[in-house]
């Protein structure tokens, strides 16, 4: 009877080995027979963020543009594990296509840490041209060898982050003395130690506390942070330094991906810019509509010259070399230097 048992459950097991294998194998085995081919979508964000609103544009580009081959099932809110559960999900092949924070894809491509550069980009527009140029599309290259994927494109993650505070602050003289709270991020403490600030780290959680009984002078975080978690009732000053640009990744697996036939490569490619167009038209429409939120509540919102923004990145420059050392050297750093200059004119 144990013999038995035993034998049984090795084909058990035997079986689902097989049935798992075959399961990562539908999709290409589907795309060269010419049927329908099942993709699993997922981010770790919920139905309201930009990243979810960009895959039903893909997931509407690639089912119309396929003529139904693509049957798209999207899992937000972390349904298909954390962030790291799901980068490795998509390396192996149980999920197609994923959204991520590049912070997240840095312990196997260090090199995508270069866009934590201090007030490297002076606005939205140079920040798209240099991801959708040279540069960008050198480090979506890099994403198969080094990180097991396909990058397909940028989305957009928080965008930048801003400063508020109890008083006006234009240049980094104005810091002298300021107690902001920080997160505990070695290059997040460095910038504002170096410009002159004294970091603070405080919880988020108690950060309205902290703002309203003067704990701490000012804060960090992109608008819709400071919006949501109504800082506009205890700080009255936001200065729109762009100190720092999140930016996210659409990433594929490679033998599902390389496995589809040119024409619907072609499909994925396009879906993926078309959800990127329009994340950054909503985007764009989200953020006048927190500067005006902040107007109708009271703050004085202060805008850089190009002058005054100098000012702030030539202050902060020495962290520039920290970066330097964290994404392989200084030459990576260089290359988004120049990549930047060159769309700022």
């Given at each position: 009877?144990?013999?038995?048992?035993?034998?049984?459950?090795?084909?058990?097991?035997?079986?689902?080995?097989?049935?798992?294998?075959?399961?990562?194998?539908?999709?290409?085995?589907?795309?060269?027979?010419?049927?329908?081919?099942?993709?699993?979508?997922?981010?770790?964000?919920?139905?309201?963020?930009?990243?979810?609103?960009?895959?039903?544009?893909?997931?509407?580009?690639m089912e119309k543009n396929s003529n139904g081959r693509f049957q798209i099932d999207i899992y937000?809110?972390?349904?298909?594990?954390?962030d790291a559960q799901i980068v490795e999900a998509v390396q192996e092949g149980d999920v197609q296509i994923m959204f991520t924070n590049t912070g997240n894809l840095l312990s196997f491509v260090p090199e995508l840490g270069v866009y934590a550069v201090p007030f490297a980009f002076p606005s939205h527009e140079v920040a798209y041209k240099v991801l959708d140029g040279n540069f960008g599309k050198e480090m979506l290259g890099i994403m198969e060898p080094k990180g097991s994927m396909i990058g397909l494109g940028y989305l957009e993650a928080v965008s930048y982050r801003e400063l508020s505070a109890n008083r006006v602050i234009r240049t980094p003289s104005d810091l002298s003395g300021l107690k902001i709270r920080v997160m505990t991020n070695p290059i997040h403490i460095a910038i504002w130690e170096t410009l002159g600030a004294q970091p603070t780290a405080i919880s988020f959680a108690e950060l309205y506390t902290a703002l309203q009984q003067n704990t701490v002078d000012a804060q960090?975080?992109?608008?819709?942070?400071?919006?949501?978690?109504?800082?506009?009732?205890?700080?009255?000053?936001?200065?729109?330094?762009?100190?720092?640009?999140?930016?996210?990744?659409?990433?594929?697996?490679?033998?599902?991906?390389?496995?589809?036939?040119?024409?619907?490569?072609?499909?994925?490619?396009?879906?993926?810019?078309?959800?990127?167009?329009?994340?950054?038209?909503?985007?764009?429409?989200?953020?006048?509509?927190?500067?005006?939120?902040?107007?109708?509540?009271?703050?004085?919102?202060t805008s850089l010259t190009r002058d005054e923004f100098r000012q702030w990145q030539t202050k902060a420059a020495p962290v520039v070399s920290m970066v330097a050392k964290e994404v392989g050297g200084q030459a990576i750093v260089d290359r988004l230097l120049t990549a930047v200059a060159k769309a700022s004119h």
């Open positions: 009877m144990k013999k038995t048992l035993t034998i049984l459950l090795g084909l058990i097991l035997a079986a689902a080995l097989v049935l798992g294998g075959c399961s990562k194998k539908d999709s290409a085995s589907a795309a060269r027979a010419g049927g329908t081919i099942k993709v699993k979508m997922t981010h770790t964000g919920t139905e309201l963020t930009l990243a979810h609103q960009a895959f039903l544009v893909i997931k509407e580009y937000p809110n972390g349904q298909l594990g954390n960090e975080n992109p608008l819709e942070l400071f919006i949501s978690q109504r800082f506009y009732e205890v700080q009255k000053n936001v200065t729109l330094t762009h100190h720092l640009f999140t930016t996210g990744m659409l990433l594929a697996n490679p033998a599902w991906f390389n496995g589809l036939p040119a024409d619907l490569q072609k499909v994925v490619r396009e879906a993926a810019m078309e959800g990127t167009l329009f994340q950054r038209r909503k985007a764009a429409e989200d953020y006048d509509g927190y500067l005006k939120t902040l107007e109708s509540n009271g703050i004085t919102v």
